[in-house]
């Protein structure tokens, strides 16, 4: 499978880069930045340097022509401010969107966030702004006929070794999980084409990726 990863020096996108890669597949890394090209190529990807706050929906199709399915792991990041929460967070992954239908790629995964829904209205809380950026962007995706998505909703995240047990549920309590076993739920989506239309909250628990099922 070829899949392209807007968001792809992310330190969840590296880890599903790699695990994609040693596979077999041929994960693309969108970033901005071109120094961070050797990092993404490193993990086993190929590059594409290209600003999602700069561009547009035809001309991030021409680089999503041919691929299998698209992830979205971008973000503005810690400390970024309110306005790129808005840019990236939600208007970069319905760009994603947008160009993924136009070049017909149907799969869509969303790396989303716990509780986005439950964000504070009209609140100039950096946070509250995140979720609601994220929910926006969930729901603009839920709503397309054309997409194949999936939208996962990690918990806290750290960056601890992998466990390999996690567990999964439209809602569960809060947690953490390490961002290698988010990049393994991700990649286990992927190439076995699950949950397809469905939404999750994700963290770690005692069920193998594998036998993962959402009732």
């Known amino acids: 499978m070829r899949i392209v990863i807007a968001g792809g020096h ?15 597949h041929t994960p693309v890394g969108i970033v901005r930045n071109p120094e961070h090209a050797a990092d993404v190529e ?11 706050e700069s561009t547009d929906p035809e001309t991030l199709a021409t680089q999503l022509e041919g691929a299998d399915a698209v992830v979205f792991a971008a973000g503005g990041g810690p400390g970024s401010g309110a306005a790129r929460k808005v840019t990236v967070d939600r208007d970069a992954a319905v760009l994603l969107a947008d160009a993924a239908e136009r070049a017909g790629v149907r799969r869509y ?15 100039d809380d950096v946070f509250q702004i995140y979720l609601k950026a994220k929910a926006e962007a969930d729901a603009n995706v839920r709503a397309r006929r054309g997409l194949d ?18 567990q999964i549920g439209e809602s569960v309590q809060r947690g953490k999980i390490p961002r290698a076993d988010v990049a393994a739920v991700l990649a286990d989506v992927l190439t076995r084409n699950r949950f397809v239309g469905k939404q999750f909250e994700l963290i770690e628990g005692s069920t193998s990726i594998a ?5």
């Open 149 to 166: 998505w999936t939208i996962v909703r990690p918990g806290g995240l750290t960056d601890h070794d992998p466990t390999g047990l996690v």
């Open 211 to 215: 036998d993962l099922e959402l009732t």
């Open 109 to 123: 995964v969303m790396v989303s966030a716990m509780r986005a829904d439950d964000f504070v209205e009209g609140s």
């Open 10 to 24: 992310g330190k969840i996108a590296l880890l599903l880069e790699r695990l994609l890669a040693d596979a077999g």
């Open 42 to 52: 490193a993990a086993g990807a190929a590059v594409v340097v290209l600003d999602l």
